[in-house]
C-alpha cells in the first residue's frame, strides 16, 4: 500500500470535492478532509482493499459529516451557496432561483439527489462521482441524467 502522504496527495482533492458538495462550506469540507485523513490513518489496519481507497476515504468522510450533522443540528443559511452553472445543468436551473432549487433537488429521491449535489455542488465529473459512490462513470451519468429529467418534469408540471 502507498504511504499515507501519497494517498493524501492522490485523494484529498477528491474528499474535500466530495465533502464540499455535502456540506456547501468550504471551511468545514477542508476541516472534515483533515479529520478524514486522521481517521484513516488510525484505521489503515482495517483496510481490507475490498473497495477503491478513494470509495474507503469517502465513506469515512460522509460517516464524519453525518456525526457533525447530528452535533449541529442548526442548518446553514443555503441562501448564500454558490451554484456554478455549468451547460449540462443550466437546463434545469433556467429561471429557478437558487431556493427553489435546492428545495428541489432536496426533495429528489437517492442516488439522484446525491449525485446531482456531487455534479452541481461539488463540481466532480461522472467519473469522480461514480468512484465517490462506488459506482460506474456510466451509472453516474445515466443517474444524474435521471435526475435532470425529474426536476424538469418537476419544473414543467408546477411551471
Not at 451554484?83 to 434545469?92: F, G, L
Not at 429521491?109 to 459506482?135: C, H, I, N, Q
Request: proline share 3%; hydrophobic share 35%.
Amino acid at each position: 500500500m502507498q504511504s499515507m502522504d501519497e494517498l493524501y496527495q492522490q485523494y484529498a482533492r477528491t474528499v474535500y470535492k466530495y465533502l464540499k458538495s455535502v456540506t456547501h462550506n468550504e471551511d468545514l469540507a477542508e476541516e472534515l478532509t483533515q479529520e478524514t485523513f486522521y481517521r484513516a490513518i488510525r484505521s489503515i489496519d482495517r483496510f481490507d482493499g475490498s473497495c477503491k481507497v478513494s470509495t474507503w476515504l469517502c465513506a469515512i468522510a460522509k460517516n464524519l459529516y453525518l456525526s457533525h450533522l447530528r452535533k449541529n443540528p442548526a442548518h446553514e443559511d443555503i441562501t448564500d451557496t454558490e451554484i456554478p452553472v455549468e451547460s449540462a445543468e443550466s437546463v434545469v436551473m433556467g429561471s429557478e432561483g437558487k431556493l427553489d432549487l435546492l428545495k428541489k433537488l432536496h426533495d429528489l429521491p437517492e442516488p439522484y439527489r446525491e449525485v446531482m449535489y456531487l455534479r452541481v455542488f461539488g463540481g466532480l465529473s461522472f467519473a469522480e462521482a461514480g468512484e465517490v459512490l462506488g459506482k460506474s462513470e456510466n451509472w453516474a451519468r445515466v443517474t444524474f441524467y435521471r435526475g435532470k429529467e425529474k426536476l424538469r418534469k418537476e419544473v414543467d408540471d408546477n411551471g
